[in-house]
């Protein structure tokens, strides 16, 4: 049996989302398949690669972002750590989801 080290609840999802590798390169679509306080699984394009650092993008307008470090990745799947909130875009307001996300 595998043991599971998590200190933080996570909530499944299944919901679409964007992973932004690099400010000049368009973003990936994705799914969030769970979530938590302090960080997501996301499943991606069969074969798809991430550096080790990006930024996902919870809503289609990039409004509710974190930063987050790939922790693990396998061929089709990848393990998020949140390591802070992604630049808001100007003139957002700030609110937060059940989550404690930033919008």
């Not at 990936?28 to 960080?39: A, F, H, K, N, V």
């Not at 700030?94 to 989550?99: A, V």
């Amino acid at each position: 049996m595998v043991e599971n080290h998590r200190q933080t609840r996570r909530t499944r999802l299944d919901m679409q989302c964007w992973i932004v590798t690099a400010a000049d390169q368009p973003r990936r679509e994705c799914l969030l398949q769970d979530i938590s306080e302090t960080g997501a699984r996301v499943a991606l394009a069969p074969g798809a690669k991430l550096p080790n650092a990006v930024d996902l993008h919870l809503t289609n307008e990039g409004t509710v972002t974190r930063k987050s470090e790939v922790i693990w990745q396998t061929r089709s799947e990848a393990g998020l750590h949140f390591v802070g909130r992604a630049q808001k875009q100007r003139g957002a307001a700030r609110q937060h989801d059940s989550n404690g996300l930033s919008r």
